[in-house]
Every structure is written in structure tokens, then in C-alpha cells.
């Protein structure tokens, strides 16, 4: 008799695509605007330039930032296109969004940024249980991957649901 312990998954062929390992990875950050306000109520062009000019971007480099205004204020585009401006070629990436929201952003990033020819032909197990991303950037890699895959499965290796298989 053999008492061979078999590792069945391993031997199933399944790819995992582990989403939360992808963003382990990375360095998620926020700025938030709020500060930058005069008297709390809008940005004065000239002092935030000053500011942008001074500003230490070293915090953000390499990082996912979450760009944002903690206060009610109406800020104009030209503010988070000058943030964005200054920021470019330090973080990996800059969205507008609140930071809790920037994980699900970082992800569509990353499902956007997937090249699909390195899954083509696979069984594919997405692991993305426990995130707090939402749907979208799942949504996102359906629509990357299922054209190319042999087969799309959302779970672990050892209980997933299948979302697509080819014929």
C-alpha cells in the first residue's frame, strides 16, 4: 500500500492568481487636500503652487496614493491635475478616490495592467476572498481573462466557483 501523500491541486494543473498577494506588494497611501484649503474653503492658486514646489513627495514614492478632500469644498480640476503633475514618476499610481476605495482602485489597476497571453490555455483560480475591493476589478478580470482562459474560478484551489469555462 501506498502511503504517499498526493497534493491533488498541484497536480490539477490550476494557475491562482492571489489578488491580496498582488497588493501585498504594494504601497498604498492617501493625501488628502483638506489642509492645503485657505480658511478651509478653497485653494488659492499661488500659495498652492508654493506649496507643490515645497512639498517632500519622497513618502510617496513608489506608492498607490489615494487622492482626496476630507472637507466640503468645491476644488477645481486644475488642483488634482497639478497634484497628479508633481507626483508623476514618484508614486506607481495616483487615483481620486477616498483611501478606504483605493485598494479596489490599485486592483482595476492591476487587472487592467495583466498581460491575458500569460494565462492563455489555463485553469485560473482568481483567490481574492476577504478583500475589501469590491466587485469591480473582479468584474474587470473576467472581462481580461475569460477570452483567453480554458477555465475562470473565483475561491481557493480546493473549493471555487466556477465562473466560465470553455466548450
Not at 473576467?142 to 484551489?157: D, H, I, T
Request: charged share 25%; net charge negative; glycine share 6%.
Amino acid at each position: 500500500m501506498d502511503d504517499t501523500i498526493r497534493n491533488r491541486v498541484k497536480e490539477s494543473g490550476i494557475v491562482q492568481l492571489d489578488l491580496s498577494a498582488l497588493l501585498r506588494q504594494r504601497t498604498l497611501c492617501d493625501l488628502d487636500l483638506a489642509p492645503q484649503l485657505w480658511q478651509g474653503l478653497a485653494i488659492r492658486e499661488k500659495e498652492f503652487r508654493a506649496w507643490l514646489q515645497e512639498w517632500d513627495v519622497t513618502p510617496f514614492e513608489g506608492a498607490d496614493v489615494a487622492l482626496h478632500c476630507s472637507a466640503e469644498a468645491i476644488v477645481p480640476e486644475w488642483v488634482w491635475m497639478l497634484v497628479t503633475s508633481r507626483l508623476q514618476g514618484v508614486a506607481a499610481s495616483v487615483h481620486d478616490c477616498l483611501p478606504e476605495d483605493l485598494e479596489g482602485a490599485v486592483l482595476a489597476r492591476i487587472a487592467e495592467e495583466l498581460d491575458p497571453a500569460e494565462y492563455a490555455g489555463q485553469r485560473l483560480v482568481v483567490k481574492g476572498c476577504g478583500l475589501k475591493s469590491g466587485a469591480g476589478p473582479a468584474m474587470r478580470l473576467v472581462e481580461r481573462l475569460q477570452p483567453v482562459v480554458k477555465s475562470l474560478m473565483f475561491g481557493e484551489p480546493c473549493s471555487t466557483v466556477p465562473v466560465y469555462k470553455s466548450r
